[in-house]
Structures are given as structure tokens and as C-alpha cells.
């Protein structure tokens, strides 16, 4: 009888040592998007939209284009993205826009204001910036909050200036040590 006991008990305890490892793996993985709020003061500028555009222009960006913001660096978290950018584009593919990834590390003023990835950068077909921030919220990207449906109705909506999202915590990596 008591070795029964024990047997339950030690399942018991293992069960409860398996769900207090993922809850601290899953506690490291949730990170705000603008811990120092650089991207928010950033967009603040009246210039700040039409020099983000310059600047990826500059790196081959054309207009119609949904931009995988990413480093080199591995990233759980950006593997995860790969289902929204394929909705997205899928959902926003016949207004003409084309994806198409780059890498924040070569861009030294976009790598300074992005303090994570992945980011998603939306320009519109007139070349104008019409979202920048995270495809998602919450752990690990996917049991969050998706904000597919937000950026869509953003970019087929008349335009007012870009909505620059730096309010969300969720799994995201960082684009610099410290």
C-alpha cells in the first residue's frame, strides 16, 4: 500500500517539477518590445516615418512591401513569426504587396531604435510607412494576442500616418547584449 503511495507521489512530483520548468522558460521568453521606450520617443518625430522609409529604401525596399524586421542572430522567437508573415502576406497579396526580410544589424539607425525582433515593418504601394512593431503578443508568439487583423485593416485603411506599436510584451529577442 505504501509503495503505491509513493508511486503516485512521485508522479505527483515529477508533474509539478515539469510545469515549474516550463513556467520559468516560458517567464524568460516574455520581454516588452520598447523596454527604454526608444522606438516610442523615436516616433514622435513629424520625420520619422519618411526617414524609416528612406532608410529601407536604401536597402532595396520597394514600395507594397511587408518587412521582416530580424538579425542573423538565432532567434527562437523568429522562427515563430513564419506563420503570421505567411497569413499576412496571403491576406495582403492581392493589393501587391511582397515580402521580403532584412537584417537590423547592418542598418546601424534602425538597429538603434529596434531593441528586439522580429518587427514587422508595413510601407503601402505610395511608398508611405503604415505600420511598425510586433506581428504578436504574449508566450512564445503564438498564445497571445495576434495582431494579423490590426496590421491588415491598417494598411488597407485610408491613410492618417503609421501606427508605430511599442506598447506589447511578448517573445521577442534582443537585438544587442545588456
Not at 511608398?127 to 511598425?132: S, T
Amino acid at each position: 500500500m505504501n509503495a503505491r503511495y509513493l508511486g503516485w507521489g512521485m508522479l505527483f512530483a515529477w508533474a509539478v517539477a515539469i510545469l515549474a520548468g516550463l513556467w520559468l522558460y516560458n517567464s524568460k521568453q516574455i520581454v516588452s518590445f520598447d523596454p527604454d521606450q526608444v522606438l516610442a520617443q523615436a516616433a514622435t518625430s513629424m520625420a520619422f516615418d519618411d526617414n524609416l522609409v528612406v532608410e529601407l529604401s536604401k536597402q532595396g525596399v520597394q514600395p507594397g512591401s511587408l518587412v521582416h524586421l530580424q538579425t542573423n542572430a538565432a532567434c527562437y522567437c523568429n522562427t515563430l513569426t513564419s506563420a503570421h508573415r505567411d497569413t499576412l502576406l496571403s491576406q495582403l497579396h492581392n493589393e501587391g504587396y511582397q515580402a521580403t526580410t532584412i537584417d537590423i544589424s547592418t542598418i546601424p539607425g534602425l538597429h538603434a531604435l529596434l531593441p528586439t525582433f522580429p518587427a514587422i515593418a508595413v510601407i503601402d504601394n505610395n511608398g508611405q510607412l503604415r505600420y511598425l512593431g510586433p506581428y504578436a503578443t504574449g508566450y512564445g508568439c503564438f498564445t497571445g494576442e495576434t495582431l494579423i487583423d490590426n496590421i491588415v485593416s491598417i494598411a488597407r485603411s485610408d491613410y492618417h500616418g503609421a501606427v508605430v506599436q511599442t506598447e506589447a510584451s511578448g517573445c521577442f529577442c534582443q537585438t544587442r547584449a545588456g
